[in-house]
Each structure stands twice: as C-alpha cells, then as structure tokens.
C-alpha cells in the first residue's frame, strides 16, 4: 500500500481541529468563559500535531500521482498552502505555549491575526485538495454553476 493514500484520511483531523480552536478563541473573547480558552489551546495544540503526518503524508502522495496541466498547478498550489498551514498551527501553538496560554493586549492581536491567517489557509488548502479529488468544478458543480 502506498502510504501516501492516507492523506486523505488524515487531513480532517488538523482541519476540523484548527477550526474548533479558531472557533472555541471566538468564544471565549465573547463570553470570556475559561474553559473556552483552554479548548482553544489544546485544539490549536492538536491540530499543529495532527498536521505533521498529514503534511508528510500528502507530500508522500503528491510525488507518487502525475498531474498535467490546471491540475498540476492545483497541486503544487495544494502542497505549498498545506505547508503554509502548517507553519501557521505551529506558530500559532508555540505563541500560547510560550505566552502560557495568557494572551492580552498586543500579544492577543498578533494571535488573532496568525489564527484568521491559520482560517483562511485551512479554508484555502481545503479547496485546492477539493479541486484535486473532485475535479477543477466541483464547488461550482455544488453552487449549480
């Protein structure tokens, strides 16, 4: 078995992860509810782990396919995005284990703004790995365009 495969079972899990930590920090700047902020940190801790093996997993994949054409654009734009995200979660779970999960004044901006890029990457990435299994229409197919 080609373990590269596994990367399409494996990718869910820093997707839905770093999702829930962006989610569980909203929250708890709303409510201001603890529990929220601790969610949010081991969410964000998971996630940046989970996305290691994917991460390796997906490279694993994308050297054993053959992509022509739009589809090798949408790949190698896949796999840079995927390593962006990464690196995101990474910094993003190092910044509150660092700051030991106390974030206040800049500290705070500067985490709101690594985790809003850490949402748009993961929403990014999502996509092109959609294009790659799906086919370059799939979300417009989904729309009725």
């Not at 779970?93 to 703004?113: D, E, F, P, T």
Request: proline share 2%; glycine share 10%.
């Amino acid at each position: 078995m080609e373990l590269g495969k596994l990367h399409v079972l494996l990718v869910h899990f820093p997707i839905a992860l770093g999702l829930s930590a962006a989610l569980a920090d909203a929250i708890w700047l709303i409510l201001k509810k603890d529990f929220f902020r601790q969610a949010g940190l081991y969410c964000l801790i998971l996630a940046a782990l989970a996305a290691i093996p994917a991460a390796i997993a997906g490279d694993m994949h994308l050297e054993s396919e053959i992509y022509l054409g739009q589809m090798h654009e949408a790949a190698e734009t896949h796999e840079t995005l995927g390593y962006c995200t990464l690196g995101v979660l990474i910094a993003a779970a190092l910044l509150r284990s660092i700051r030991k999960n106390r974030l206040a004044s800049a500290w705070l901006g500067v985490y709101g703004v690594i985790m809003l890029a850490a949402v748009v990457l993961i929403s990014l990435t999502g996509f092109y790995g959609g294009v790659l299994a799906h086919g370059p229409g799939f979300l417009s197919e989904l729309l009725g365009r």
